[in-house]
């Protein structure tokens, strides 16, 4: 399985974007997806996820202003990122648990494919 995040970007607090998830390879059991961070010199945290029901889940400073969401016609996922603030600047990547289905977990260790990040800056 491979994870490859693209849509990171430098914009201005107030801004948006969209980050893109696409996954390639043996997929199918891919039902927990989600999407993490990391900050400058932090611990990458979970910041959403989505399972086979498609019910999204948020970490709270987020709710409100991110939303995830899944095409599972094109094997991708998406963050969309609204009213964005300097606090949100890190790395952010997509992961997927090949455990879990309906219910996902908010610990990094449960997931077993990572993509290879991308830089979301907010001034």
């Known amino acids: 399985v491979q994870l490859v995040e693209s849509g990171g970007a430098s914009v201005q607090a107030g801004e948006s974007l969209r980050l893109s998830c696409a996954a390639s390879?043996?997929?199918?059991?891919?039902?927990?997806q989600g999407w993490f961070c990391q900050g400058s010199g932090k611990e990458r945290v979970w910041v959403a996820g989505?399972?086979?029901?498609?019910?999204?889940s948020y970490e709270d400073s987020v709710k409100g202003r991110f939303t995830i969401s899944k095409d599972n016609a094109k094997n991708t996922l998406y963050l969309q990122m609204n009213s964005l603030i300097p606090e949100d600047t890190a790395m952010y990547y997509c992961?997927?648990?090949?455990?879990?289905?309906?219910?996902?977990?908010?610990?990094?260790?449960?997931?077993?494919?990572w993509g290879q990040g991308t830089q979301v800056t907010v001034s």
């Open positions: 989505i399972g086979s029901l498609g019910t999204p």
């Open positions: 992961a997927a648990d090949r455990d879990r289905a309906e219910t996902c977990s908010v610990d990094q260790r449960d997931y077993d494919y």
């Open positions: 390879g043996n997929i199918r059991t891919l039902d927990c």
